[in-house]
């Protein structure tokens, strides 16, 4: 039962992470690709209780930033006007979900534009870009597990089941992939396609070609879940009664290894978010001015970035807790499933 | 029996005695190398004196290809070079007039065609080999024989023919011009003079382009700048020592130039090269990108932050103007269209938010531009040339003129579609490992958003995309930059002429397409011939105004050049023209005491 509430906690917590970036819109205040030149580099703004003759707010409120006099990044409040913090604001338009117009914003100011994570060098709110950007990586992250997966499915059932030469050929052919420097090839990729790709293009790109490289390491586990399986004696005993092949994929086989790719997703999809990262970092992934958590960490390559403004390190820090939580379910999952398993003999014994 | 006595005297004692020799005789060969001798003019320069001896150590992006001047097109090898040669008349990077180099004098004829150069007397190269004449007749047989290829041979070229060379003396010489050139005498500037008696027999077996590279021994390279060659550490450093002959001296007579060594450490990146400044490693710092010198001016620790101004690049925005009728390729021919027509041009340049770009890229450090000629160049920037501010109703009055319209989807931001009702999108090309003109491309990309225009910006590496530009003409469009190498108008003339190479919208055309082109040819060429700097400016401007107007480039932003140096250094004086730093490497010293000499 413990096994079961530990699973249910990770997963809460990965959902709601998960409705956070993907109503993101909802929570940023403002719109991710929005610059405001007045305010590049703007450090993240103080949410304020106490004015300053020390009296108590109930609503949090900010002071306007102001950039010092004849220079280009240092910022001082202007304590004269303070602006409130208004919950549920109209304000940038944006699609919920990708289709629903919406503009409502869960928090915003008056007149003003306030950072809470800061600006990026374009006067870009960061907190908005990084909400966006997980979108980006998150679905990167899915759709290629997803791609990989069933890729790795497809693969390891044929060569577990019907063994033989088939086994030997897209076993070998799992190896070369393992082998291959997948990060050279891309680049290698990248030089073949057109000049300018639209973001999307960009996007699916990445998803198809790293969800596509990474079918080997699953189609070897699936394989070894088959060929076990298909040894199982209710198995052979199906197959002696005259049950198709396709019976026993489904009735039989697949369903032994819905655990096992199970836990795989949740170690993938932290894996191919890592890899669009990489690309995104180095370049290669999705272009400006939209937001992936790969780009956005692409300003530290810049030694003055690295120096001078800590805030734009958050990014990499938002990937954090969703690591965290997938590796937990990640190892929850195993747990449950070994202890279902245990149950399962039990019952049977 | 005389012969072998020697043999039994003690040839230990005969060592000792030639050590001591030497040993005493050092100082004083070394005090007669820094006195001039009677026969030498060395040319006087003022400014602080300062005083002699130490190690000034700076970094260089990459490593020089070659010390040959003849070959050498990179710019490590360009500051390398700067270093180790001399010119019969120099300009002044600081003034940027020209002064008197290896030749003390000149005379222009009246009639423009004729310039009688004087040399200096006593000048040797920095192996001890006497220069005359001869040195110099062999030079520019080098540069203008068409087999060295040298890069300097397209400038010797006036009128179609190559300026010829004549001996009067051991002193003199006549370059004879085909045509009057307006350029004058500023045509010597960095065309080192060469030494006969080590290049004359390779040129005669066609290997001159072979020698320089950097292995060369020390003993068979040979210059007249104020160092030369001591030790190379491939991958590490180049070393130069001092040049004993070196024919300048300072304000109290003193030869020139005062640092026994000068090290140029091979530093790849410039991240690296702000960190071994910091560290100390390195004295000198140039080609500062304006995050990195704010970083470097936020924590000053024993160094000094120098803002010199604008300098001589440029940077724009063209679009693709070239003749595709006969190219399959992409769908640019289509949105061709678009780009010929001066109001659209017109109204990308109006919507273009430069103070956003001085503000955001160069944090400040540089100036916004409507023509090419930047703020830094003070002589032949044309005052006329009229700044509009950024002005998007301007922008849209104008699009709408020529036709343009925009879409009224509910609930969509409109975009721009032309008369036919085709959306306006295109692609800006930018180079990747240029950061500044990247960030350039994405704040045109935002101001043109506001237009309802859709473009992408597209990062790629600089070689293809130069090739693109000027090979295989498939772009839309592209932010570069130019840096003019001289203040003087004919530095660029390859960019303006509507047959030069970088003629960038459209380059090498057989006949100027439009004709604000062939006005712009006219006037150029006239430009040339002119004598007399009124004439001359007024014809400049003239080419200035037809770029406003028409904007075949969108002229965007000129960077600051932002330089630093370690507080010991003397005479640190930077300019707007390359080399920042060390155009006045010869006068540049250490202060304070023995801790720096020994170094």
């Known amino acids: 039962m413990t096994k079961r509430r530990e699973l249910a906690k990770w997963l809460v917590v990965l959902v709601a992470l998960h409705c956070v970036i993907a109503c993101a819109g909802f929570f940023a205040p403002y719109d991710p690709v929005t610059q405001d030149r007045e305010h590049p580099y703007a450090p993240p703004s103080r949410l304020h209780f106490l004015d300053t003759q020390g009296r108590v707010h109930l609503r949090p409120f900010f002071y306007p930033l102001r950039i010092r006099e004849g220079s280009f990044d240092q910022y001082q409040e202007d304590t004269a006007q303070p602006i409130p913090v208004k919950f549920f604001v109209d304000g940038a338009r944006y699609k919920l979900l990708g289709w629903i117009p919406c503009h409502l914003h869960l928090f915003g100011v008056d007149d003003a534009r306030v950072y809470l994570l800061g600006s990026d060098g374009y006067g870009r709110d960061q907190l908005a870009r990084i909400l966006y950007g997980g979108q980006v990586s998150l679905l990167a992250g899915w759709l290629g597990a997803g791609i990989t997966l069933s890729l790795g499915l497809g693969v390891g059932a044929v060569a577990g089941y019907y063994g033989g030469w088939r086994d030997e050929i897209l076993m070998r052919l799992a190896e070369l992939f393992l082998a291959l420097p997948w990060l050279y090839l891309l680049f290698g990729l990248r030089a073949f396609l057109p000049l300018s790709v639209s973001p999307l293009e960009a996007f699916l790109l990445i998803v198809v070609v790293s969800g596509t490289l990474g079918w080997a390491r699953p189609a070897r586990l699936v394989r070894g879940v088959v060929l076990s399986a298909k040894q199982r004696d209710f198995v052979r005993a199906a197959r002696g009664f005259g049950a198709s092949d396709s019976y026993l994929f489904r009735r039989h086989i697949l369903p032994e290894t819905s655990s096992l790719l199970l836990t795989q997703a949740t170690i993938l999809v932290p894996q191919f978010v890592l890899a669009e990262m990489t690309l995104s970092f180095l370049g290669l992934g999705v272009p400006e001015p939209v937001a992936s958590w790969g780009n956005l960490l692409a300003n530290l390559q810049q030694y003055s970035v690295l120096m001078s403004y800590w805030w734009m390190y958050l990014p990499a820090l938002a990937m954090v807790p969703f690591f965290l939580t997938y590796l937990g379910l990640a190892s929850a999952l195993q747990e449950w499933s070994d202890f279902s398993k245990i149950g399962a003999s039990r019952e049977q014994g | ?599």
């Open chain 2, 1 to 599: 029996m005389t012969i072998l006595r020697p043999k039994s005297c003690h040839y230990g004692e005969l060592l000792r005695l030639l050590v001591a020799l030497v040993v005493s005789a050092a100082p004083v060969a070394n005090a007669l190398t820094q006195q001039a001798n009677s026969n030498e003019e060395l040319l006087k320069l003022s400014g602080e004196a300062g005083r002699s001896g130490g190690r000034l150590v700076t970094s260089l992006r990459a490593e020089p290809k070659t010390l040959n001047p003849v070959v050498a097109t990179d710019a490590p090898s360009q500051e390398v070079i700067g270093a180790m040669q001399a010119d019969l008349v120099h300009i002044n990077r600081a003034t940027q007039l020209t002064e008197p180099a290896l030749a003390r004098s000149w005379k222009i004829s009246p009639d423009g065609l004729d310039y009688t150069l004087t040399l200096r007397q006593g000048l040797r190269f920095s192996d001890g080999q006497p220069l005359d004449a001869e040195d110099v007749l062999f030079t520019f047989r080098v540069y203008i024989d068409e087999a060295v290829h040298a890069p300097q041979r397209d400038l010797l070229i006036i009128g179609g023919k190559p300026i010829t060379v004549r001996k009067v003396d051991a002193q003199t010489l006549v370059f004879h011009f085909a045509k009057p050139y307006s350029v004058g005498e500023r045509v010597f500037d960095g065309l080192a003079i060469l030494p006969r008696h080590l290049l004359e027999k390779p040129y005669q077996d066609g290997k001159l382009a072979q020698l320089g590279s950097l292995s060369t021994t020390a003993n068979q390279w040979a210059g007249l700048g104020p160092f030369r060659l001591k030790e190379y550490v491939p991958g590490q450093r180049l070393t130069l020592e001092r040049n004993p002959y070196f024919w300048k001296a300072d304000t109290q007579g003193q030869r020139l130039p005062y640092l026994n060594e000068l090290v140029f450490l091979f530093v790849p990146s410039a991240d690296a090269q702000v960190l071994r400044f910091q560290s100390g490693e390195t004295d000198l710092i140039s080609r500062l990108g304006s995050e990195n010198f704010s970083v470097l001016a936020g924590q000053q620790r024993g160094y000094t932050m120098a803002d010199a101004g604008p300098g001589l690049e440029y940077n724009f925005l063209f679009f693709n103007l070239n003749d595709l009728r006969d190219k399959t390729g992409p769908d640019t021919a289509g949105k061709q269209k678009w780009f010929r027509e001066v109001k659209f041009r017109q109204a990308v340049s109006a919507a273009v938010d430069r103070e956003a770009i001085v503000r955001l890229v160069y944090r400040g450090r540089g100036a916004a531009l409507w023509g090419p000629v930047t703020p830094g160049n003070k002589r032949w920037v044309d005052a006329a040339v009229p700044h509009p501010a950024r002005s998007l109703d301007k922008a849209r009055q104008l699009l709408r003129d020529a036709g343009f319209q925009w879409t009224n989807k509910v609930r969509e931001e409109p975009a721009l579609v032309d008369a036919e009702g085709k959306p306006v999108e295109f692609s800006i090309l930018t180079s990747s490992s240029n950061a500044d003109r990247t960030k350039m491309a994405s704040l045109i990309q935002d101001d043109l958003k506001q237009l309802g225009m859709r473009v992408q910006v597209a990062p790629l590496e600089f070689r293809s995309l130069i090739d693109r530009v000027t090979q295989t003409k498939e772009y839309d469009a592209c932010v570069m930059g130019l840096v003019s190498f001289d203040a003087d108008p004919n530095s660029d003339i390859n960019v303006w002429l509507s047959s030069g190479g970088t003629h960038l919208w459209n380059p090498s055309q057989t006949h100027p397409a439009t004709s604000w082109e062939a006005e712009i040819d006219r006037l150029m060429g006239l430009q040339l011939t002119v004598t007399g700097g009124v004439q001359r400016k007024k014809l400049y401007d003239r080419v200035q105004e037809i770029l406003a107007e028409n904007q075949p480039m969108i002229f965007l932003a000129s960077p600051d050049i932002l330089v630093g140096a370690k507080n010991t250094i003397g005479n640190f004086h930077p300019a707007v023209l390359e080399p920042y730093v060390l155009w006045n490497v010869e006068q540049l010293y250490l202060r304070g005491t023995a801790g720096n000499a020994g170094r």
